[in-house]
């Protein structure tokens, strides 16, 4: 295994666990097929790989380098890094709309968020709070949820790429996940031991909850209920991105 695995993603159909290698001068993606516990596939990315994250039809992966100041997009019908796309400092969290037509990139280092079109060229730098890190999109593509170490998170309508509200939360929030039926939002506070509730309706903080210490839980972890059928007997995964 590759210096510093850090964060994993579990491809949406389930049979691949993406493992992101956080080293410096190492970055890059791990596969491993869940079937069988073993190495599927190695991809070599950007330094100082942070996300990952797939279109929902499993065609395209995302992968944001944050030395690197670059997103990898790894086509899953040949296995490789099709092409490499320069955003903002320090990019972390990412997020696909569910029909594929954007990739919502926080960038760290220079408070923005790059807005990546179905071509992966930058179409829009959004400005947000200070530091940016977790990045949710809703069920229906409509909002964008990018949480801000100036202990607020940035509401961005995708219909035309601009803040439309910011909430105040817990200290230095992280991670954030949205509900399957987008009703509410859950944000991982780090440095005050909660988790803020909003409801996404009204864009308010309905309750906040003590947890353990530190949370950042970061990345996709409220999912739908899904049937998959599986193909057993292909390498992984086997599609083309879908044209939009």
Do not use: C
């Not at 159909?13 to 890059?28: I, K, P």
């Not at 190695?42 to 997103?71: C, K, L, M, P, Y």
């Amino acid at each position: 295994m590759p210096a510093k695995p850090s964060r994993v993603a579990l491809q949406p159909d389930g049979r691949y666990l993406w493992v992101g290698n956080d080293g410096e001068n190492d970055g890059g993606v791990t596969v491993i097929d869940t079937a069988t516990q073993r190495f599927a596939a190695r991809f070599n990315t950007g330094a100082g790989h942070h996300e990952i994250a797939f279109t929902n039809d499993d065609r395209f992966a995302f992968v944001s380098n944050r030395q690197s100041g670059t997103v990898s997009i790894i086509d899953t019908a040949t296995n490789t890094v099709s092409t490499t796309v320069a955003v903002g400092r320090h990019p972390v969290g990412l997020a696909v709309k569910p029909d594929g037509s954007r990739v919502y990139v926080a960038n760290k280092g220079n408070g923005t968020v790059s807005v990546l079109d179905a071509t992966n060229t930058v179409v829009a730098t959004i400005e947000v709070g200070l530091a940016p890190f977790g990045v949710a999109v809703t069920p229906d593509g409509s909002t964008v949820y990018v949480t801000n170490f100036n202990n607020k998170v940035s509401v961005i309508a995708t219909a035309n790429n601009t803040v439309s509200a910011t909430i105040h939360v817990g200290n230095g929030p992280v991670g954030i996940a949205i509900t399957p039926d987008g009703s509410k939002a859950y944000v991982a506070n780090q440095f005050d031991n909660t988790v803020s509730v909003i409801a996404t309706a009204t864009n308010t903080v309905v309750t906040t909850i003590g947890v353990g210490s530190s949370p950042i839980a970061f990345g996709i972890f409220i999912l739908p209920p899904k049937t998959v059928s599986r193909v057993t007997d292909s390498p992984p995964p086997a599609n083309r991105r879908q044209h939009r």
